[in-house]
């Protein structure tokens, strides 16, 4: 459903999209022009929960089947489907890719770290804001094409949380799991480690909302976005980099911007 991370997208439907893609939403879709960028299989996005969160962003109001209905055809056009705009996501497009995710918050969220380290642990939202925390500010760059100025993200170095958990000499890498119950990425513990890597429970200035991945996600300013993975649950130290989500799927492991995946992006950080 997701066109851009969309799990039928094979060379064909990729022809059929350049060709007819809408004018209305061109100047949001510069991946057309990126040919050479892998397939990008898999996104089984609910299509209710896309409709709905497309039908606020777009038209303000809605939530009918018939007004979904009317929001389809708009872009009939696109055989791909539909792309889910954030209600004031000031850009962004919403991806899960599962149907639902549960909804945590301070009474119930938990961030573990564990794996190769001494001091394994479970954090709170209050214990994660207890820690000194960073606000970044860079552009997001997703590998679809679509990119958002200068946005702020703040939360904790996860540098940060790898020193208090004590990583062990044969570690090199981190997994990340997320409550989604599907969704994971990696890092190399040298990328984990940069200073413009948190674990982050704010973004453009507010508490991180469920559709960014609230109340907690990663956020990887050098890399593309699918790197920063929501509604994150588990960081677990490893021997080796494990392969993501969407890596397993034909992304590049070390998602570096401009220089990665084909594209040539500006750098973000
Ligand atoms: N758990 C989870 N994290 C995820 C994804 C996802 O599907 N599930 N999509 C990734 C991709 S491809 C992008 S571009 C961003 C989108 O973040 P947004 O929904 O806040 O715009 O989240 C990344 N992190
Ligand atoms: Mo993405």
């Known amino acids: 459903m997701n066109p851009e991370h969309s799990r039928e997208q ?15 939403r061109s100047p949001e879709r510069p991946a057309e022009r990126e040919p050479e960028r892998p397939d990008e299989p898999g996104a089984p996005i609910g299509r209710r929960l896309l409709l709905g969160t497309l039908g606020l962003g777009a038209l303000g109001v809605l939530a009918a089947p018939p007004l979904q209905r009317g929001l389809e055809s708009l872009f009939a056009g696109d055989p791909t489907g539909l792309t889910g705009l ?21 009474a119930d969220y938990r961030l573990t770290i564990d794996g190769l380290v001494d001091r394994p ?26 990119r958002v100025p200068g946005t702020p993200f ?10 208090a958990a004590g990583v062990r000499p044969t570690a090199r890498a981190i997994r990340f799991t997320c409550f989604d119950g599907a969704y994971t990425e990696s890092l190399t513990l040298r990328q984990a480690r940069r200073p413009d890597v948190l674990v982050a429970h704010r973004m453009q200035d507010k508490a991180l909302g469920h559709d960014h991945g609230g109340p907690v996600r990663l956020y990887v300013a050098p890399m593309y ?25 034909g992304y590049d492991v070390d998602a570096w911007v401009g220089r990665s995946n084909g594209r040539d992006d500006a750098p973000t950080s």
């Open 154 to 163: 703040e939360g904790v170095r996860l540098s940060q949380i790898l020193d």
């Open 225 to 249: 976005f699918y790197k920063s993975a929501k509604w994150l649950s588990g960081i677990t130290v490893t021997e080796d980099v494990r392969p993501g989500y969407w890596e397993d799927r």
């Open 121 to 146: 642990r479970s954090y709170t939202l209050a214990d994660l804001k207890a820690l000194p925390q960073t606000r970044l500010v860079h552009d997001v760059q997703c590998v679809t094409g679509w």
């Open 86 to 106: 954030l209600p004031n996501g000031g850009g962004f497009r919403y991806y899960s890719v599962t149907s639902s995710v549960p909804h945590k918050g301070p």
């Open 10 to 24: 094979g060379p064909e439907r990729r022809r059929a999209r350049t060709s007819q893609a809408s004018p209305a």
